[in-house]
Structure formats: C-alpha cells, structure tokens
Nanobody
Framework: QVQLVESGGGLVQPGGSLRLSCAAS????????MAWYRQAPGEQREFVAS???????NYVDSVKDRFTVSRDNAKKTVYLQMNSLKPEDTAVYFC????????WGQGTQVTVSS
C-alpha cells in the first residue's frame, strides 16, 4: 500500500517560513500530479497547491506569491516552501495525488502565532 509521510511543520511567528516535505513510497510518484492540502480546525480540507509531473504548478489565490511547491522525483518527495506565513495559514497540511487520492498520511501541523 502506498504511503505518504508529511513532515516539517511546527510553530512559527507571523512572517516566518517553513518548508514542508512529503515522501511517497511508490516508484509511480514521478507520473503523479501531486498536491498539498490543508485543514484548519472545524473546516473542510482545502486545496493549496499542485505540481505536475513536468513541473507545472497551481496555487490557491490566498497563497500565491508566498508559497512555492516543488518536487524531486528521484527522492519521491514533494515540497512546500511557505514564506510570509500568516495566522490564517494555521492548519494540518497533507499531500496527495491530485484527483484520485491515495491513502491519506497523518499530515503535519503548522501553527502561525506570536
């Protein structure tokens, strides 16, 4: 069974940065469009960003110009560089294949607070 393992979250002050990682266990990773999602307390999970197998990226408007998604197919890992963090970015962040989800990982908590 494919596993997704997210890491890199933590507590950061407003304006700070974090880099999230998501490691996949499947060699098919290189063919997948991968996405980052987040879920704040009491809210539904929402799309944040995606990256295609060829590197095409998309972002939700609220994170454009602050977040950057990238991938390393050799390491079967997708990253999310988050800069200029805001309190409203506080959530559990997950990665998954876009459109046809794999089993969800445990996510990584990001808390933006002073």
């Amino acid at each position: 069974q494919v596993q997704l393992v997210e890491s890199g979250g933590g507590l950061v002050q407003p304006g700070g940065s974090l880099r999230l990682s998501c490691a996949a266990s499947t060699y098919m990773f290189r063919f997948y469009v991968m996405a980052w999602y987040r879920q704040a307390p009491g809210e539904q999970r929402e799309f944040v960003a995606s990256i295609g197998s060829g590197g095409t990226t998309n972002y939700v408007d609220s994170v454009k110009d602050r977040f950057t998604v990238s991938r390393d197919n050799a390491k079967k890992t997708v990253y999310l560089q988050m800069n200029s963090l805001k309190p409203e970015d506080t959530a559990v962040y997950f990665c998954n294949r876009l459109g046809s989800p794999l089993p969800w990982g445990q996510g990584t908590q990001v808390t933006v607070s002073s």
